[in-house]
């Protein structure tokens, strides 16, 4: 199975440059499933609310349309962050797109900073997509620092977990290897790079998309200067055994009653 990620540099504001960007990198590319960065069509450090407002659409808005086409022109299942409107709420999401289909919305449950401004935390548990055979569980960027929401994706069946991102702090690449070890599962983090200024925040963002595979290793990491695309084959079933060696799996071996939840 050949998966990626789309590592971009969003201008804030401007959709359709930032459509191009995408269009272009993915000229000629084929996979079975892609992951771009979190907010990739709107940029990320709004300065007011009827800024996010303008910028957020409802799930079949233009980033479905988008997305839609380029699925259809790489044959992958793509992912990729949205500000997602519902009603007069406004969500920080990620689309998972297959073809002409919308397979699903995560909406993400962990905010950072000023991200409680602009959005309402997400509403629903992390759920699991099954896209052509594989269990595909989604998070977006923050969500990392919180191991309960890659817990809850693996316990449900994740062998992959799509993490569209923005990240801004360096800890997170490292912090994958652990959190794919101890649930087996494979993991692409799509970062963006680049810098936006505005309002009072400056945020410069980190780049090195990563790839992490079952066992915590890097299959694949990108600087924090380049706009790239890239790919890695993974054998799938390495993330359905949940065997460490003949006597311990790592999911059977837990001890819930133990557990202070
Ligand atoms: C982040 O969650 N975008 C830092």
């Known amino acids: 199975m050949?998966?990626?990620?789309v590592q971009t540099n969003p201008?804030?504001?401007e959709k359709d440059t930032n459509f191009e960007q995408v269009n272009g990198l993915l000229e000629g590319m084929k996979a079975d499933?892609?992951?771009l960065p979190e907010l990739f069509a709107t940029g990320y450090a709004f300065i007011s609310k009827t800024e996010v407002e303008s910028l957020a659409e409802e799930i079949d808005g233009p980033t479905f349309q988008f997305l839609k086409k380029q699925s259809q022109k790489t044959e992958a299942v793509l992912i990729g962050g949205f500000a997602e409107r519902d009603g007069d709420k406004i969500y920080n999401s990620a689309m998972i797109v297959s073809k002409n289909k919308l397979i699903g919305v995560y909406r993400k449950i962990h905010l950072y900073y000023k991200e409680k401004e602009w959005f309402s935390p997400g509403n629903k548990t992390p759920e699991v997509f099954n896209v052509k055979g594989v269990n595909i569980g989604v998070m977006i960027c923050f969500d990392w620092f919180f191991p309960?929401?890659?817990?809850?994706?693996?316990l449900q069946g994740s062998e992959i977990?799509?993490?569209p991102s923005n990240l801004v702090l360096p800890y997170c690449q490292k912090a994958m290897q652990t959190r794919c070890l101890v649930n087996r599962v494979y993991?692409?983090?799509?970062?963006?790079?680049?810098?936006e200024k505005r309002g009072n925040d400056d945020f410069i963002f980190t780049g090195g998309s990563q790839i992490t595979s079952y066992n915590g290793e890097i299959l694949s990491s990108s600087q924090n200067n380049d706009i790239n695309v890239a790919f890695v084959e993974i054998d799938i079933e390495k993330a359905r055994d949940k065997h460490l060696n003949p006597y311990n799996n790592?999911?059977?071996?837990?001890r819930p009653e133990f557990y202070k939840l």
């Open 161 to 163: 977990i799509a993490h």
């Open 250 to 254: 790592i999911f059977e071996d837990r």
């Open 148 to 154: 309960e929401t890659i817990r809850t994706l693996a």
């Open 2 to 5: 050949k998966i990626g990620y």
């Open 187 to 195: 993991a692409i983090t799509s970062n963006r790079i680049g810098r």
């Open 11 to 13: 201008l804030f504001g």
């Open 33 to 35: 499933l892609l992951v």
